[in-house]
């Protein structure tokens, strides 16, 4: 099994805010992450994708043809926008990296090329803070 990566960054801002949470109870748990006008982040985001590697090609897949789908299926719906507002697959989703993994998962896992498959999904959310999801 090969795996390969491809990193790519967008910027996004967001509100960390539970509706089943009273304010006291958000801004105890989210801090300035609970400001009612959000807050912004320069996210890395990274796909690994595992396979065999291609008789014909060598690859397990173009790393082009990846940064291509990451920029169509997850980059050009999410940079510049605010994720509780703009995002529709973040409507009624706190848009923790927890969450926003998970959705991206969701968004790439069906659209790579037979031979391969989608071993993880990674997100800086700051240069200390990371989440990553493997799939259930």
Known sequence: MIYISRKVDFCASHRLHSPALTD??????????????????????????????????????????????????IVDRVDHKNLNVDVDFMQGVIPTAENMVIKFWGYLENRLPENCRLFEVRLWETDNNVAFYRGE
């Open 24 to 73: 006291a109870e958000n801004v105890a748990l989210y801090g300035k992450c609970n400001s009612a006008n959000g807050h912004g982040h320069n996210y890395v985001l990274e796909v690994t994708v595992c396979g065999s590697v291609g008789e014909n090609t060598g690859m397990v897949m173009d790393l082009k043809a990846l940064k291509d789908l990451l920029d169509q299926e």
